[in-house]
């Protein structure tokens, strides 16, 4: 029944390997989970290389570890070809039966499925397929639904979620054919990294869009994506009826990234109620396209009570469908610091001092903040200078760390301030990991 499917949906099987591109840098937490029998969960908003990234995990499997081609089987489940199916189940079961006939595999079986959610109840497949042994599954789809009540209901402690972003700096610069082996390197290509970092900041990290390089089709695509996201995928997921609210409401958003925000003031700003707002939040974060930042609290309740912030899962995204940040960029460069250090896996929060003052961000670990971060496109005004070392200062005296940090455009220094060690750090070198 999908003998013809199967075989075009899987070239590798004659030994070929995929055109790699980039290499993801959390291709080796995959690898690392490929030794478990857990199910692999790749999750990420649309078109963040979840597919490619697939790529080159199968390329491994043959080339590195010698898993014969005709034991992967990868099913693309958007292809239209299983549009009339993705209610019935029963089809990916049909689907795998048609491929142990066709190619009758000996030894564990490798089977991706791509873009999972496409298929109402999948996860009763795979629950059903992982208790039989002897086959890895490794699944993606492009909302954190798949993190949550999906997983925890059915295959609660048998899934290893791996989140996939847009691509980092490091990721962007390999992309545009700059490989910096070492620190040496590094600064020895300062002036380059910081004309890509401009772009970076500009247009973000979407694969396709770093292969682009007219700015004006690098925004309509960009805004395609968010588009198809919001009318294609959440508006259709949960019965949204009037999906011209939630555009509005996401780009006003996407125009006032790093910035706080409360549930009342939205809901007068956009003219729909508290419920709503929250509603669509939630929608957006499901479908990775904005985050939200807590301030810090040790009481649950005044956490909740508190403004959050706001960032986005790309600035180029943001920039494409938002307002101009011409006259703000550092609200972009605190944008690509928030999600720097969420690909870091780093429990974040924003920080308010006693007196009021606000640090972006507070990094926590082991029930205490161990870091705090500031970020400000340049330090050079005294009023600038003074708000940030102010606030800064006071937050490392209260949290009773030592030492601070400020990122930069492009300043580095260290120096003390009422005892307290204070780094500002380049751009560039904060977000490289190279």
Same mark, same amino acid.
């Given at each position: 029944?999908?003998?013809?499917?199967? !075989?075009?949906?899987?070239?590798?099987?004659?030994?070929?390997?995929?055109?790699?591109?980039?290499?993801? $840098?959390?291709?080796?937490?995959?690898?690392?989970?490929?030794?478990?029998?857990?199910?692999?969960?790749?999750?990420?908003?649309?078109?963040?290389?979840?597919?490619?990234?697939?790529?080159?995990?199968?390329?491994?499997?043959?080339?590195?570890?010698?898993?014969?081609?005709?034991?992967?089987?990868?099913?693309?489940?958007?292809?239209?070809?299983?549009?009339?199916?993705?209610?019935?189940?029963?089809? /990916?079961?049909?689907?795998?039966?048609?491929?142990?006939?066709?190619?009758?595999?000996?030894?564990?079986?490798?089977?991706?499925?791509?873009?999972?959610?496409?298929?109402?109840?999948?996860?009763?497949?795979?629950?059903?397929?992982?208790?039989?042994?002897?086959?890895?599954?490794?699944?993606?789809?492009?909302?954190?639904?798949?993190?949550?009540?999906?997983?925890?209901?059915?295959?609660?402690?048998?899934?290893?979620?791996?989140?996939?972003?847009?691509?980092?700096?490091?990721?962007?610069?390999?992309?545009?054919?700059?490989?910096?082996?070492?620190?040496?390197?590094?600064?020895?290509?300062?002036?380059?990294?910081?004309?890509?970092?401009?772009?970076?900041?500009?247009?973000?990290?979407?694969?396709?869009?770093?292969?682009? !390089?007219?700015?004006?089709?690098?925004?309509?695509?960009?805004?395609?994506?968010?588009?198809?996201?919001?009318?294609?995928?959440?508006?259709?997921?949960?019965?949204?009826?009037?999906? %011209?609210?939630?555009?509005?409401?996401?780009?006003?958003?996407?125009?006032?990234?790093?910035?706080?925000?409360?549930?009342?003031?939205?809901?007068?700003?956009?003219?729909?109620?508290? *419920?709503?707002?929250?509603?669509?939040?939630?929608?957006?974060?499901?479908?990775?396209?904005?985050?939200?930042?807590?301030?810090?609290?040790?009481?649950?309740?005044?956490?909740?009570?508190?403004?959050?912030?706001?960032?986005?899962?790309?600035?180029?995204?943001?920039?494409?469908?938002?307002?101009?940040?011409?006259?703000?960029?550092?609200?972009?460069?605190?944008?690509? %610091?928030?999600?720097?250090?969420?690909?870091?896996?780093?429990?974040?929060?924003?920080?308010?001092?006693?007196?009021?003052?606000?640090?972006?961000? $507070?990094?926590?670990?082991?029930? *205490?903040?161990?870091?705090?971060?500031?970020?400000?496109?340049?330090?050079?005004?005294?009023?600038?200078?003074?708000?940030?070392?102010?606030? /800064?200062? *006071?937050?490392?005296?209260?949290?009773?760390?030592?030492?601070?940090?400020?990122?930069?455009?492009?300043?580095?220094?260290?120096?003390?301030?009422?005892?307290?060690?204070?780094?500002?750090?380049? $751009?560039?070198?904060?977000?490289?990991?190279?």
């Amino acid at each position: 029944m999908f003998e013809s499917l199967l !075989v075009d949906n899987s070239p590798h099987w004659d030994g070929t390997l995929y055109q790699e591109g980039v290499p993801r $840098a959390v291709l080796t937490r995959v690898k690392e989970y490929l030794e478990l029998p857990h199910i692999i969960a790749l999750v990420g908003v649309r078109r963040s290389g979840k597919s490619t990234l697939v790529r080159q995990t199968i390329n491994h499997l043959i080339r590195d570890k010698g898993v014969p081609p005709r034991n992967i089987l990868f099913l693309n489940l958007e292809n239209p070809q299983f549009s009339r199916y993705r209610k019935d189940v029963s089809y /990916l079961a049909q689907a795998y039966d048609d491929y142990l006939k066709l190619v009758a595999p000996t030894g564990t079986v490798y089977c991706f499925l791509d873009e999972v959610h496409y298929f109402t109840e999948w996860q009763v497949f795979v629950k059903a397929m992982y208790e039989q042994k002897g086959i890895k599954f490794v699944v993606t789809g492009s909302n954190s639904h798949l993190l949550t009540s999906e997983f925890i209901t059915i295959l609660s402690g048998r899934a290893m979620p791996v989140e996939v972003y847009p691509f980092s700096f490091p990721e962007f610069v390999s992309a545009r054919g700059l490989h910096i082996a070492d620190t040496v390197e590094m600064v020895r290509e300062r002036n380059r990294l910081r004309g890509f970092l401009d772009e970076y900041q500009r247009f973000g990290g979407f694969p396709e869009i770093s292969t682009i !390089v007219e700015p004006t089709i690098k925004k309509e695509i960009l805004t395609m994506y968010a588009r198809n996201i919001l009318y294609q995928d959440i508006a259709p997921r949960f019965s949204i009826k009037k999906a %011209v609210d939630l555009e509005n409401l996401f780009f006003y958003l996407a125009s006032n990234i790093s910035t706080l925000y409360s549930f009342n003031k939205l809901a007068d700003l956009v003219g729909l109620s508290d *419920k709503t707002i929250k509603d669509y939040l939630g929608y957006f974060s499901d479908a990775y396209l904005l985050f939200t930042l807590d301030a810090f609290a040790f009481s649950a309740k005044e956490q909740i009570r508190s403004p959050k912030k706001v960032y986005a899962v790309d600035t180029g995204l943001a920039s494409a469908v938002g307002f101009s940040f011409s006259d703000n960029q550092g609200r972009l460069l605190e944008n690509l %610091v928030f999600l720097e250090l969420k690909r870091r896996a780093h429990t974040l929060y924003y920080y308010k001092t006693s007196n009021g003052l606000e640090v972006d961000f $507070a990094c926590h670990c082991g029930g *205490k903040i161990v870091r705090l971060i500031q970020v400000t496109h340049e330090m050079g005004e005294d009023q600038t200078r003074h708000r940030e070392l102010r606030a /800064l200062v *006071k937050a490392l005296e209260e949290t009773s760390l030592d030492k601070g940090e400020i990122v930069t455009y492009e300043q580095e220094d260290e120096f003390l301030v009422d005892g307290k060690m204070i780094s500002l750090i380049p $751009a560039f070198k904060y977000l490289s990991d190279f």
